[in-house]
């Protein structure tokens, strides 16, 4: 039995990757993603007549970097088709694509649910030409911006390999992450540059042949791919349940109503009207070129972490969290290589620098830099300045280009580790609370945090505290034997 009574989920999952070009698949068109609709066009991505195609050879080589990050075959050999179908956003009535001889085939992603490890692999990716948008409710009309028509894409298909909603989820966010660290897309969600279709079936447990498959369209963010397919299972146990058939749908999700609503029957690949695109020739790659891609692979998140993990002592959940965005991976490396307590790093990167830092596609802003940061923490372990301090100078030095060091000068932030001072503020302190000394002397001896705490303020926290605990145990220890 499964979640789902006496029926198995079978999921796979085709997600579209916008490649990170300056220029369209075919045309010198830009990619730029927000400005003014129908900007970004010409007689190609409109499928003029008379326009003919050109291979963009920089999305080529993402796609490779892609497709081996990903420890696909590459095909020598690809060719590229027509994908016959026609909508307004649309304007050639053909789509540029890739069908029986893709780029690449047998791929393989790992990943982990509630700690059980899963391998899913990856049946194929191809390269393809992005539509355009259709805008609908501007005043009682529908419009169309062509700017992302002819946007390179990859279709990156799964194969039926996953079982459930959050196995989903998962696999698109180590998809994402490949993708990111790689610079081969830039995982925006919101703007479409990641974007998924889920194929969902069901089938009684114990039996190995596919049910009719659904179409789950265009889910922009994790969450929404989870429930999506939870809801869309439910659905179709409840048709079978019935006595009802389960049709070939394309169908889309309401995450308000927590539902899918029927888009259209789903079309069958016949309908397509697959045929080699007679304006461009195969594409073949050359050995030196894919292997030269290949030696420039970066490290892959996931090794990353396990190096991290097993070389520098940090925590799964440090891994995670330093090795989520690739520039923030690459500010804790460069931080690192300055000063070299991992864990000590790590803890104050995430302490204090990621709740200022913002992303936005690859790149992302820091208020510091990896030379501040290392900076910051020598001198608290030469005990120039204390833990505490290190915060108030952290929040000094945010935003600037000054060196940690000149701050500590020019605000007298210094610890305070002078005994004889800091017995002369001890015994002031006490001075001022007979009534906690006298406690103290009877026995509560809780209340030296009390103490400290005061001294602590009067010299706004730049007492080192190890000097200041030794002090008021001897002071206030004087007072009980006599």
């Given at each position: 039995m499964t979640a789902y009574g006496a029926y198995e989920p079978v999921i796979g999952l085709e997600v579209h990757a916008q490649l990170l070009t300056?220029?369209?698949?075919?045309?010198?068109?830009?990619?730029?993603?927000?400005?003014?609709?129908?900007?970004?066009?010409?007689?190609?991505?409109?499928g003029l007549p008379g326009a003919l195609p050109v291979l963009n050879a920089e999305a080529v080589s993402l796609a490779v970097r892609a497709s081996l990050a990903l420890g696909c075959s590459l095909q020598a050999r690809s060719v590229f088709a027509r994908k016959?179908?026609?909508?307004?956003?649309?304007?050639?009535?053909?789509?540029?694509?890739?069908y029986d001889l893709p780029l690449a085939l047998s791929g393989v992603l790992d990943i982990e649910v509630d700690g059980t490890p899963r391998r899913v692999g990856i049946r194929r990716i191809h390269m393809e030409e992005d539509a355009g948008k259709n805008l609908h409710g501007?005043?009682?009309?529908?419009?169309?911006?062509?700017?992302?028509?002819?946007?390179?894409?990859?279709?990156?298909?799964?194969?039926?390999?996953?079982?459930?909603?959050?196995?989903?989820?998962?696999?698109?966010?180590?998809?994402?992450?490949?993708?990111?660290?790689?610079?081969?897309?830039?995982?925006?969600?919101?703007?479409?540059?990641?974007?998924?279709?889920?194929?969902?079936?069901?089938?009684?447990?114990?039996?190995?042949?596919?049910?009719?498959?659904?179409?789950?369209?265009?889910?922009?963010?994790?969450?929404?791919?989870?429930?999506?397919?939870?809801?869309?299972?439910?659905?179709?146990v409840n048709l079978v349940e019935r006595g009802e058939r389960v049709r070939q749908q394309t169908r889309g999700y309401s995450a308000e109503k927590r539902e899918s609503y029927l888009l259209r029957d789903k079309e069958s690949e016949s309908d397509y009207r697959y045929f080699p695109e007679p304006d461009l020739p195969p594409l073949v790659l050359e050995e030196a070129h894919v292997e030269s891609i290949r030696s420039a692979l970066p490290e892959l998140p996931v090794a990353k972490r396990a190096r991290w993990a097993l070389e520098l002592g940090l925590t799964a959940y440090a891994t995670g969290v330093l090795g989520a965005h690739p520039a923030i991976a690459r500010f804790f490396d460069e931080a690192r290589a300055l000063y070299p307590d991992a864990v000590?790093?790590?803890?104050?990167?995430?302490?204090?620098?990621?709740?200022?830092?913002?992303?936005?596609?690859?790149?992302?802003?820091?208020?510091?830099t990896p030379a501040q940061v290392a900076e910051i923490l020598r001198l608290v372990d030469a005990g120039t300045i204390s833990g505490k301090q290190a915060k108030e100078l952290y929040a000094a030095v945010a935003g600037t280009d000054h060196a940690p060091a000149d701050i500590v000068r020019e605000r007298g932030m210094a610890v305070l580790g002078d005994v004889s001072a800091i017995e002369a503020i001890a015994r002031g302190v006490m001075e001022a609370n007979p009534k906690q000394v006298a406690s103290y002397r009877a026995g509560k001896t809780a209340l030296l945090g009390f103490f400290v705490g005061q001294i602590m303020k009067q010299t706004k926290g730049s007492a080192d505290p190890a000097t200041v605990n030794a002090v008021l145990v001897r002071l206030l220890g004087e007072g009980s034997e006599a």
């Open positions: 300056r220029t369209k698949a075919f045309c010198g068109c830009a990619t730029s993603f927000g400005d003014p609709p129908n900007t970004h066009t010409c007689p190609v991505c409109l016959n179908y026609f909508y307004p956003d649309l304007p050639k009535g053909y789509q540029i694509s890739q501007i005043g009682d009309e529908s419009v169309v911006d062509l700017n992302r028509a002819g946007t390179p894409l990859i279709e990156i298909v799964s194969e039926p390999d996953l079982r459930s909603g959050p196995e989903a989820a998962e696999y698109l966010r180590r998809l994402r992450e490949v993708l990111m660290f790689t610079g081969v897309n830039d995982g925006n969600l919101e703007q479409g540059s990641f974007r998924c279709d889920a194929n969902v079936s069901i089938r009684k447990v114990g039996e190995t042949r596919l049910g009719t498959r659904v179409e789950l369209k265009n889910i922009n963010s994790f969450k929404f791919v989870a429930d999506a397919i939870d809801v869309e299972i439910r659905r179709q000590k790093l790590a803890n104050f990167v995430q302490s204090e620098v990621l709740r200022d830092v913002t992303t936005t596609g690859l790149t992302a802003s820091f208020p510091v």
